[in-house]
């Protein structure tokens, strides 16, 4: 179990996964159309600031997450999903864990930060008992069909 580089081979994963126009905004947020296709993610990952990462189960992809170089010393956790055969089952913890822990060894971060949608429940507590501690609210900033999807902004220092 543990994180491997994402490459171009998984895109058609990603693709797979991402199936619905909400969820690909939940996931996504405005950066991506739907459907999510090779192209798009092809050019966000040639971002020389993005690093992402496939989490793998006994063989099996399980879920996608990504850091994104704020600064030297600042990453941003992005993108994070879990694969549904794999959701309630504590993925998404075990996934952050070995992120959090290679962001300060490889790459030497002294703080991560996040946004979340506030209505994401669920990935809220999960950031919450990984030491994330809400130090943002924005409301109205985001919307999708017409309504207003609020985000908290996060941070955990290392």
């Known amino acids: 179990m543990g994180l491997r580089a994402f490459e171009k081979s998984d895109y058609g994963t990603l693709i797979h996964w991402i199936d619905s126009d909400k969820l690909n905004y939940q996931w996504g947020g405005?950066?991506?159309?739907?459907?999510?296709?090779?192209?798009?993610?092809?050019?966000?990952?040639?971002?020389?600031e993005v690093f992402p990462f496939i989490f793998v189960i006994n063989e099996e992809n399980a879920g996608y997450v990504e850091l994104f170089k704020v600064s030297e010393s600042h990453f941003r956790i992005c993108r994070v999903f879990v694969s549904n055969d794999f959701r309630g089952k504590g993925v998404a913890k075990q996934m952050l864990n070995q992120l959090i822990e290679l962001s300060e060894t490889q790459f030497n971060v002294r703080e991560l930060s996040l946004a979340v949608f506030e209505r994401n429940k669920i990935a809220k507590n999960c950031y919450e008992s990984l030491g994330f501690v809400v130090t943002a609210f924005e409301q109205g900033t985001r919307s999708f069909d017409d309504a207003a999807w609020d985000l908290l902004r996060m941070e955990k220092r290392l």
């Open 30 to 48: 405005p950066n991506f159309e739907f459907p999510l296709d090779c192209t798009q993610i092809s050019k966000h990952c040639a971002q020389s």
